[in-house]
């Protein structure tokens, strides 16, 4: 299988100019033969959406918005599974959550996983905490989704191995030494007591309450990085995977700049 990380710069928003390289990087990966497509952690509305929300009033839509409809088109026109971060409301309980939608190659939604571990401060504070850890089957394929600090408590991973996940999906915004100390820690650790590999999208970009510009994207397998990618360069990021191997085919990314 031949999967794309996205791995760009989208945490300073806004959501339209998100959704303009997403859709831009989306095509890119379905035409270079990704099957799955994965984005980082809030990449439609961008990790930091919500901090000035004082002086603008913060709207989180329930999803699927009409906002994201051109990448549901796009997964169908190129029959593609994309893992779509974003921030997003529970049409019943008025809630609202860091998400992560999994759209089919049909472009309906398939599944979605709500962060466990949201935050408290100003990034994430609008966000509920998600509470039910299953994989989501994108075709015959079981996926965990955990989302960035998610994979801190190497737990949630032992659990959506128990559950039957093959490979654990992780849309991230972790720069390096933020949040309790190099990702990689965590990621590794996850990993090994799992016995999960973790594929980590990360982002790219700067500004003024974090720098992820050497923010990793990673593949982990048996609790080692295996392939590894970081820099100021938006890119989609593709890798060829064997599933029975659990290992990747090659030992770098293909780096495609956007």
């Known amino acids: 299988m031949?999967?794309?990380?996205?791995?760009?710069?989208?945490?300073?928003?806004?959501?339209?100019?998100?959704?303009?390289?997403l859709t831009q990087a989306v095509r890119l990966a379905a035409e270079q033969g990704a099957q799955w497509i994965i984005t980082p952690e809030t990449a439609v509305q961008g990790y930091f959406f919500a901090c000035e929300r004082e002086l603008k009033p913060v709207v989180i839509p329930v999803q699927p918005a009409p906002a994201i409809q051109p990448i549901r088109q796009l997964a169908a026109a190129y029959a593609v599974t994309v893992f779509l971060g974003c921030a997003e409301q529970d049409e019943y309980n008025g809630h609202c959550y860091n998400s992560c939608l999994v759209i089919g190659p049909d472009g309906n939604i398939i599944g979605r996983h709500r962060k466990k571990h949201a935050h408290s401060g100003v990034s994430?504070?609008?966000?509920?905490?998600?509470?039910?850890?299953?994989?989501?089957?994108?075709?015959?394929?079981?996926a965990g989704i955990l989302i960035c600090s998610d994979t801190w408590y190497e737990e949630n991973a032992v659990t959506m191995a128990d559950k039957g996940a093959q490979v654990i999906i992780v849309p991230a915004a972790w720069p390096p030494g933020g949040c309790g100390g190099p990702p990689e820690n965590a990621w590794k650790k996850a990993s090994a007591v799992s016995g999960c590999s973790?594929?980590?999208?990360?982002?790219?970009?700067?500004?003024?309450?974090?720098?992820?510009?050497?923010?990793?994207?990673?593949?982990?397998?048996?609790?080692?990085?295996?392939?590894?990618?970081?820099?100021?360069?938006?890119?989609?990021?593709?890798?060829?995977?064997?599933?029975?191997?659990?290992?990747a085919l090659t030992g770098e990314f293909t780096v495609l700049p956007l």
């Open 198 to 247: 973790l594929w980590v999208c990360n982002q790219t970009g700067k500004q003024e309450r974090l720098d992820f510009t050497q923010a990793q994207s990673t593949v982990i397998a048996r609790g080692e990085m295996q392939l590894a990618y970081s820099g100021p360069e938006p890119a989609a990021l593709l890798f060829d995977w064997d599933f029975k191997q659990q290992c």
């Open 124 to 142: 994430e504070g609008w966000a509920n905490r998600g509470e039910q850890l299953e994989p989501v089957v994108c075709g015959d394929i079981p």
């Open 2 to 21: 031949r999967v794309a990380l996205l791995h760009v710069d989208v945490s300073g928003g806004p959501e339209s100019r998100n959704l303009e390289i």
